[in-house]
């Protein structure tokens, strides 16, 4: 069973910062691309931030310049480090985790609450 294990979320006020991080299984870590997805109420979810094993990283319009994802492969563990947060960055963060070459391997943590709210 592939676990997700996110922390990180939190309440913070516009402009701030927090670090979302995402921890998985080595055997995982080292062949699936990661990222982060968040899901506002009442809208569809999103992509936020993605990297691959080999350390690709794409970002949505929304994020870029304030948002940056890394990955530590000592630790299996991938961030997502945000900057500058406005309100509109209030979601659900998911992390996921994909198999590029079969995307029936796609698996997601249980979310982390991120409110920017002053």
């Known amino acids: 069973q592939v676990r997700l294990v996110e922390s990180g979320g939190g309440l913070v006020q516009p402009g701030g910062s927090l670090r979302l991080s995402c921890t998985t299984s080595a055997s995982i870590f080292s062949t699936y691309a990661m990222g982060w997805y968040r899901q506002a109420p009442g809208k569809q979810r999103e992509l936020v931030a993605t990297i691959t094993s080999r350390g690709s990283t794409n970002s949505a319009d929304s994020v870029k310049g304030r948002f940056t994802i890394s990955r530590d492969n000592a630790k299996n563990t991938i961030y997502l480090q945000m900057n500058s947060l406005k309100p509109e960055d209030t979601a659900v963060y998911y992390c996921?985790?994909?198999?590029?070459?079969?995307?029936?391997?796609?698996?997601w943590g249980q979310g982390t609450q991120v409110t920017v709210s002053s």
């Open positions: 996921n985790a994909q198999y590029s070459l079969n995307p029936n391997y796609n698996y």
